[in-house]
């Protein structure tokens, strides 16, 4: 092996290294763990650099273990490949700064940590996998890796929302497993096929099983994708601690559920293949129903982390959607929102994060006038909101855009009363938060405040959420420039659909 | 028939009554005693069995398989017996313990 | 050096230096255990060898005495029976290592001559070439199993191990008389010999269903496992990892032997592997059902044994068409469970000896304490469950794929649903390590060396994960499975 096989594994190793590492040491600790932490996502976000620049001069990077007679395991780092293990580790190292101020003083940060960086190591692993079972591998991976984040606390409210949790991704996995093995039966490759997926030659015969399994494995994947009718643990899940719901949220649980979904119709299924077995017409629609079930149900709740967790089932489905709707303006719609998303939501969550360490607030109707208190906080959240609502210049307006003119290419124009009116009721669930924030008188006295002196809270919690809303604002205004997610989401969806 | 037939039958016949009897019977004395049969019969089927005609010499394979299967049965009756004294001891009764229950 | 490798006969010295060892413990019980330690890793090393001989020369055949069949003793070994000895080699070091840590003075010299008649009988079982020996080994092993199980005294203990003892004696007399028809019927023993002269005939019926349900007594397949969950949760623990990772694997060796080679004439028919595969079928069901019921964990864990045994005999009705495939998938299951349940087993016994007790729900303050026990349990877990990536992620593909080839979907669901039940029981335990703390129940500290062979096995477990090409071209020396016959 070569350098260039070894790059894909070194990334991983980036995180599980320092992960391993973490778990052995003793609680007090503290400025080995930070300095193995930090060390570590830097490490990753320098090899990812190098992998990018890599790429971009045409090298080709990849990685094969046989694992079992005829199937490899492969490792691969493609556009789609480089554009969500980017978002990755760009994420995580501003988690890792955000959860080492967030922790500070609580038990069980080694454990908190080392399962951190298995988690991390598990969802670079789907993004950099070359074919079906790999994914399978680092999914489940990531299973068993968020279950001890979730149940962290240990509280009974943490131990059912974990349960749930099991219970749930246990079973969508199981319909995996399944969904892929038949496949592998089928077809006898599992590889990712960019332009048209691997099972065009298979005949008709096989198109009720072929139907069945593109079922077993969206559902495998909507799991962790949130997407209704099984979205039930998201919600409990937020029990979990702040930078927990921040990551699971923009990154790793549901990004690769979202991913997979991405991956399951483009260099699987293939686009042409999935329009023709009739399969994307359903997905569609599910896509649809949860966006805004997501968003009616984010109206109703009063804690914060709850209405965004709502928030998240609903915008997530925008990916689904996009992927759905088969069109290549439509593709880089649901591409780049992989990436805006993940922006817009762990600001969001940074914020509520922010909240609940600072004030005590947990709730919308405590909020009153926490703009004054915590102005750069709540910016951030304010451009995240407006990210959420699709006003412009941030990230989710360019989401919202091409995904609307993606429909009407396609002939789908149903799609743009759904986003419409999803636009609408993100409004009518964000704004009233932010007049909350800016426009109303203080109550006297913060539910819990904790005092950092004449800053607005320290340091490790305020940076991430003001540098990832400025991200966020970044991408939606600066989508020319060539290394801009957009241009990303377009490079994909040339590939994916022959454009030249 | 012929003589050896017969003794395999009755072998046959006794392996099926000592299985009864193993089943039914709840004393340990005599489910050991039930299993002592069984070996018994087996071997006096391999004995039969090893007749092959009036002229020739009896085969002499099962014979060294009915000698080696005593030497077995008498360490395994030995130690079913040891086993039954430590349990007597322990709860009275030459019978099995009843299905688990919490006992501590 | 080379030849002086390939020429040694390894095959003898892995049955003779364990009874050696074993009966100079016995002599000279202050050595026991040092010399129980080098015997077992003297044995671990002439698997090795005997591996190394074998990758080189193919199947290892040796004549003992230098009397060759029928009337002298074989030796044979393929891929399938160097598996087993290579499982047995590594789980029964990892479990004399703690065993070391584990017993005290007394119940030491006790166990270690045992131990090693035990694994004499095992090694002796899995090189043996003719049923006859087959069951006299199965008889030593049995003995020595039953035994052991009794070590520690006290009723349950006593009692498990005589439901053991009566059910063993029975399985191994039922054999014997289908082995007594077998010799009358062919006049041979020898396996190979008879694999030759079998035909379909009454006799040989009437010795499948005895030597069968004699083996499937003794390896507790459902519903003939009555006597499995008291004997492996009652008898100390590394002696519940020496039962359910290796004992009950030889008599699943014993049954696929004589399935491959002796009753390979009937395997056309449907009733019996259907048969089989029901029952396997079953004891998943059944077993995972039972495991998540318990509120020990070490009665979980021998429930969890009785489901595992059933997937193995899944591969029975899948091999009809699938053939080798369906064997490997129960050959690399057979291999990962025995890592893992021994790790699992090692892992209750850490908790058990730490808190006192084994109570599932009380377990929190303790698993929380022992970090390292704890990562076993949950490694040996993944394996258990079938999730990647582990040994036990590999069976479960291999069998999966078997069954969705010949579209079993009845099988595939009892797969799937045993993956799922398996999940429950697992986590079960495993929600219990990240509860807050409540009240400490400490007995005794855990010696580092008993909470590391836990994890070393486990970790095993899950490294098979990622050795399914090495492992399964290593099973197919001497092509146990028949894969150059074309099958119909």
Redesign the interface.
């Known amino acids: 092996m070569n350098w260039n096989s070894w790059l894909p594994l070194l990334v991983i190793l980036s995180s599980l290294l320092p992960g391993l590492i973490i778990f052995g040491l003793a609680e007090e600790r503290i400025r080995l763990r930070t300095v193995l932490n930090l060390a570590g996502a830097l490490v990753k976000l320098a090899l990812v650099g190098w992998m990018l620049w890599g790429v971009y001069h045409g090298h080709d990077y990849e990685m094969r273990l046989a694992l079992l007679p005829g199937i490899e395991l492969v490792l691969r780092a493609g556009p789609l490949s480089l554009l969500f293990v980017t978002l990755s580790a760009v994420l995580w190292l501003v988690t890792t700064v955000y959860a080492i101020g967030y922790l500070e003083g609580s038990p069980n940060r080694s454990r908190f940590f080392g399962f951190f960086s298995l988690c991390v190591t598990a969802t670079v692993g789907v993004a950099l996998s070359g074919n079906l079972i790999t994914f399978l591998l680092f999914y489940e991976l990531l299973t068993l890796a968020t279950y001890p984040l979730i149940v962290h606390r240990g509280t009974e409210t943490a131990r059912r929302a974990g349960r749930t949790y099991l219970a749930y991704t246990v079973f969508g996995g199981a319909l995996l497993l399944l969904g892929t093995v038949w496949l592998y039966t089928l077809s006898g490759t599992l590889e990712f096929t960019p332009q048209g997926g691997f099972l065009d030659g298979l005949g008709d015969e096989h198109r009720p099983a072929l139907m069945i399994i593109f079922a077993l494995l969206i559902v495998g994947f909507g799991v962790k994708a949130a997407l209704v009718p099984f979205h039930g643990w998201l919600p409990q899940a937020m029990v979990a601690p702040a930078p927990v719901s921040a990551l699971l949220h923009a990154v790793a649980v549901v990004k690769a559920g979202a991913f997979g979904i991405v991956r399951v119709v483009y260099d699987v299924f293939g686009v042409e293949f999935a329009v023709g077995l009739g399969v994307l017409g359903p997905l569609a629609w599910l896509a649809a129903i949860t966006i805004i079930y997501g968003s009616l149900r984010a109206l109703f709740q009063d804690d914060l982390k709850r209405r965004l967790a709502f928030s998240t089932i609903s915008q997530v489905s925008y990916i689904a959607l996009g992927v759905a709707i088969a069109g290549p303006i439509a593709t880089i719609g649901g591409v780049v929102h992989l990436v805006h998303q993940g922006l817009m939501k762990i600001t969001l969550f940074f914020c509520a994060g922010n909240l609940a360490e600072t004030l005590g607030i947990h709730k919308i109707s405590e909020m009153n006038g926490v703009g004054r208190r915590m102005p750069w906080t709540m910016v951030a959240f304010t451009i995240g909101a407006f990210g959420m609502i699709g006003a412009p210049p941030v990230a989710g307006f360019v989401t919202k855009w091409y995904l609307g003119l993606g429909a009407l290419e396609a002939d789908q124009a149903w799609v743009i009363l759904v986003l419409a009116g999803s636009s609408l009721l993100n409004a009518a669930y964000f704004l009233p938060i932010l007049h909350r924030a800016w426009f109303r008188a203080p109550s006297d006295a913060w539910p819990e405040e904790r005092d950092f002196g004449r800053k607005e809270t320290a340091w490790a919690l305020l940076l991430p959420p003001v540098l990832t809303a400025a991200l966020a604002l970044a991408a939606g205004l600066l989508v020319m420039l060539p290394f801009s997610p957009l241009e990303w989401a377009k490079l994909i969806a040339a590939q994916e659909f022959y454009l030249p | 028939m012929s003589a050896s037939f017969l003794y395999a039958l009755v072998g046959i016949g006794l392996f099926s009554l000592s299985l009864y009897g193993l089943i039914v019977h709840a004393h340990l004395l005599r489910k050991i005693l039930a299993l002592n049969v069984m070996g018994s019969s087996i071997f006096l089927v391999l004995v039969a069995l090893a007749k092959r005609t009036n002229e020739a010499p009896p085969d002499a394979v099962p014979h060294a398989m009915v000698i080696t299967g005593i030497v077995v049965a008498v360490s395994a009756t030995a130690l079913a017996l040891t086993l039954m004294l430590k349990l007597t001891a322990e709860t009275g009764r030459a019978e099995l313990p009843d299905d688990q229950r919490e006992s501590h | 050096m080379g030849t002086a490798l390939t020429d040694s006969p390894w095959g003898v010295m892995l049955i003779l230096l364990p009874l050696a060892g074993g009966m100079i413990c016995f002599i000279w019980p202050r050595m026991a255990q040092v010399l129980g330690l080098v015997t077992v890793f003297s044995v671990a090393l002439s698997v090795v060898g005997l591996a190394w001989q074998m990758l080189d020369t193919g199947v290892y055949r040796h004549a003992v005495g230098g009397w060759g069949a029928?009337?002298g003793i074989d030796l044979y070994a393929d891929g399938l029976s160097l598996l087993m000895l290579l499982v047995t080699a590594m789980v029964g070091f990892a479990v004399s290592v703690y065993s070391a840590a584990f017993f005290e003075r007394e119940d030491a010299t006790r166990f270690w001559p045992l131990w090693l008649f035990l694994l004499a009988a095992l090694n002796a079982l899995f090189l043996s070439a003719d049923i006859?020996n087959i069951?006299?080994t199965f008889?030593?092993m049995g003995?020595a199993a039953?035994?052991l199980v009794?070590l520690a005294?006290?009723?349950?203990a006593?009692?498990g191990?005589?439901?053991y003892?009566?059910a063993a004696?029975?399985g191994s007399?039922a054999y014997?008389?289908g082995?007594?028809l077998l010799?009358?019927g062919f006049g041979t023993?020898d396996i190979a010999l008879l694999a030759e002269r079998v035909d379909a005939s009454p006799v040989v019926w009437a010795a499948l269903g005895l030597m069968g349900t004699g083996l499937l007594l003794k390896t507790a397949v459902f519903p003939l496992h009555f006597w499995l969950?008291?004997a492996h949760?009652?008898a100390p623990a590394p002696v519940s990892a020496l039962l359910s990772a290796l004992v009950v694997k030889a008599s699943f060796y014993i049954l696929l032997r004589l399935w491959l080679e002796v009753f390979e004439p009937l395997i056309g028919s449907e009733g019996v592997h259907t048969l089989l595969g029901l029952l396997g079928a079953m004891a998943v069901l059944w077993g995972s059902v039972q495991a998540l019921r318990q509120?020990?964990l070490k009665?979980l864990i021998a429930y969890s044994t009785v489901a595992q045994i059933g997937y193995m005999f899944l591969a029975f009705p899948l091999a009809a068409a699938a053939g080798v495939a369906a064997w490997n998938a129960a050959a690399y299951l057979a291999f990962s469970h025995a890592l893992a349940k021994a790790a699992m087993f090692l892992a209750a016994g850490n908790l058990l000896r730490f808190g006192g007790?084994d109570r599932i729900a009380d377990l929190d303050r303790v698993v929380q304490r022992l970090?390292l026990t704890a990562?076993a349990f949950a490694l040996a877990g993944?394996s258990i469950?079938g999730?990647?990536?582990s040994g036990g992620?590999?069976g479960?593909?291999?069998m999966?794929?078997a069954a969705?080839?010949q579209g079993r979907w009845d099988l595939?669901a009892v797969i799937?649903l045993g993956?799922?039940l398996a999940?429950a029981y697992i986590?079960k335990v495993l929600?219990y390590a990240?509860?807050?703390?409540d009240v400490v129940h400490e007995s005794r500290a855990v010696p580092a060396s008993m909470e590391w062979a836990a994890l070393l096995l486990a970790l095993g477990a899950v490294l098979l994960g990622?050795l399914?090409?090495p492992v399964?071209s290593l099973v197919g020396i001497g092509d146990p499975f028949g894969a150059s016959e074309i099958r119909p």
């Open positions: 029928p009337l006859f069951y006299v008889e030593l003995l039953v035994a009794a005294g006290g009723r349950d006593l009692g191990a005589m439901r003892l009566l004696l029975l007399l014997l008389l082995v007594a010799y009358h023993v969950p008291p949760a009652h509120t020990r009665l007790h970090p990562a993944v469950m999730l990647p990536p992620f590999i479960k593909w291999l999966l794929e969705l080839v595939v799937i993956g799922l999940a986590f929600g990240f509860t807050q703390a990622f399914a090409v399964l």
